[in-house]
């Protein structure tokens, strides 16, 4: 029999790939009474992933889930490719930079293969080994924990080493943007290395897709109004920009 943490990340596997869930199918696919599944639901309620129903519940789809990097690749991908190819558009030669690991900027080196003199800094293994192949790119790629369905790493000594210097830009991927929450990722280890970023970091891109807007994770990276630019998609809920711009935050999107 799985333990309550198992059989929690379970039923929010189900419930992402079904959209909702019953309590008595669960109860028999588990092998556990309906009280502990009832119990189960109302845990994932609390936390925000899902909402109650009758007999059930439903995905909390404002709720930002951690997925694996080949599923969130699939997801907008030509949209993310804009915003990849946007960001780029703000790098310039000789410049010294941060890629965030993630889905959006995973895209963005296959826009950099003509910068020259670059110093990029990653926690993206995959990112590293693309750059790798640029010859006038010099690639530095923190050490630490591996996160094996993302390929990025975090931990105390990836901080550590990211506090030995200063960069110019960050490009910043999230799971979520909310304007109460802030800009929020799901893993807590990412969270730590990501506002580590932010404070090496004299400029501060976040890179997300509409979808990502009124969104929240469980761990904060910062506040929204501590960002520079959020390069998006037209997709971006009219309040949200406005709001944005009113607080000094560059809005630019990449499909207009």
């Not at 693309?130 to 901080?159: I, T």
């Amino acid at each position: 029999m799985l333990d309550s943490v198992k059989r929690r990340e379970q039923i929010i596997d189900l419930l992402c790939d079904q959209g909702s869930v019953r309590v008595e199918p669960l109860s028999v696919h588990f092998g556990v009474s309906c009280v502990t599944i009832r119990n189960d639901l109302r845990y994932l309620e609390q936390r925000g992933c899902a909402l109650r129903s009758y007999g059930g519940a439903v995905l909390n789809h404002h709720f930002a889930f951690d997925r694996p990097l080949q599923d969130k690749d699939r997801l907008n991908r030509d949209v993310k490719s804009q915003i990849a190819e946007k960001a780029a558009s703000f790098v310039k030669d000789g410049d010294t930079l941060i890629l965030d690991s993630g889905s959006t900027t995973t895209l963005i080196p296959a826009f950099l293969k003509h910068r020259r003199d670059l110093v990029v800094m990653t926690n993206a293994l995959n990112i590293a080994w693309e750059l790798a192949n640029f010859e006038r790119v010099d690639v530095m790629l923190l050490g630490g924990n591996v996160r094996q369905s993302v390929f990025s790493l975090y931990g105390p000594s990836a901080e550590h080493q990211l506090r030995q210097y200063r960069f110019d830009k960050l490009f910043l991927g999230v799971d979520g943007f909310c304007l109460d929450a802030g800009i929020t990722t799901s893993h807590p280890g990412e969270a730590h290395i990501n506002r580590v970023m932010c404070q090496v970091a004299q400029e501060v891109t976040v890179v997300a897709d509409s979808s990502k807007f009124g969104r929240k994770s469980f761990c904060m990276i910062r506040e929204v109004g501590e960002i520079h630019r959020v390069i998006t998609d037209s997709g971006i809920p009219g309040h949200y920009r406005q709001a944005l711009e009113k607080m000094g935050v560059e809005v630019v999107l990449a499909d207009e």
